[in-house]
């Protein structure tokens, strides 16, 4: 019997449905570290790990990361994880509150801050991604392996910019 394509909206659903269910359980999980995940993507992002997307230097100078300093504006920050840099600034104070970042001054720049990640933090951090690990291998341990090779390589292909992709 021949496959009928199928109902694209339908696809969006399933797939929308499929990572509110993922958010869900992220959150749950990062709930006895005392994070939330817009605060692990940050803390993520400071460590040097922003996941996809190309970075944008964050102005004339360009990153702070390549002018050789350790840390980001909290612009560069809000670029990165692209939401509005007083968002940014709210998630780097409860990330500072809890001992996992620091405000540093930029030795290339006397007027300028950069945040980094407190060796605290570091460890966190650690400890969550081995975390994240066992919790990603529950959820789709489900799939045979070559539907997780399949499925990654389909989301990856979703994922890049494309032909008519919007930001």
Known sequence: MPHSA??????????HGTFRRLRRRWALQL??????????????ALAGHAGPGPHRPGGPGGCARDRGAAGLRV???AEVLRIAP?????????LQEK???????????RRATLVSVTPRGTALRG??????????????????????????RLLRLLAADGPGATP
């Open 127 to 152: 400890r969550i991604q081995e975390d994240q690990r066992r919790e990603s291998d529950e959820y789709f341990s489900r799939l045979a392996p070559e539907d997780r090779v399949e499925l990654e």
């Open 75 to 77: 612009k560069e920050l």
């Open 99 to 109: 001992g996992l970042v620091e405000r540093v001054a930029d030795p290339t720049d």
């Open 86 to 94: 007083r968002s940014a600034t709210e998630v780097v104070d409860l």
């Open 31 to 44: 709930a006895p570290f005392g994070l939330t995940p817009h605060q692990f993507r940050a803390l993520n």
């Open 6 to 15: 199928p109902d694209p909206t339908s696809l969006g659903d399933l797939l």
